[in-house]
Nanobody, 114 residues
Framework: QVQLVESGGGLVQAGGSLRLSCAAS????????MAWYRQGPGKQRELVAR???????TYADSVKGQFTISRDNAKPTVYLQMNSLKPEDTAVYYC????????WGKGTLVTVSS
């Protein structure tokens, strides 16, 4: 079992920045990919960014150049640096980790005011 705990969400004005963190615990040795997803009001959950154990990354087109995902394999923890935030970035952000199955955190709310 893997437990994921997100932190760093909150209320920010448009144009501001936030850094989300997700700390993994439990059977962390099997974690390969870690990722951030988000679910905005009335929307489906969507991939924001993922990072593999080798450090390679994938971003949603909507956040390329705006968000940066990184990880510390020693902890392990995954981060999401979010810059130039827009009201449409308002969502619950979920951490995801993949071993032989998917694990999810409970989410952290990011609200961007205009």
């Amino acid at each position: 079992q893997v437990q994921l705990v997100e932190s760093g969400g909150g209320l920010v004005q448009a144009g501001g920045s936030l850094r989300l963190s997700c700390a993994a615990s439990g059977s962390i040795g099997g974690i390969n990919t870690m990722a951030w997803y988000r679910q905005g009001p009335g929307k489906q959950r969507e991939l924001v960014a993922r990072i593999r154990k080798d450090g390679s990354t994938t971003y949603a087109d909507s956040v390329k150049g705006q968000f940066t995902i990184s990880r510390d394999n020693a902890k392990p923890t995954v981060y999401l640096q979010m810059n130039s935030l827009k009201p449409e970035d308002t969502a619950v952000y979920y951490c995801n980790a993949i071993t032989w199955r998917d694990y999810w955190g409970k989410g952290t709310l990011v609200t961007v005011s205009s």
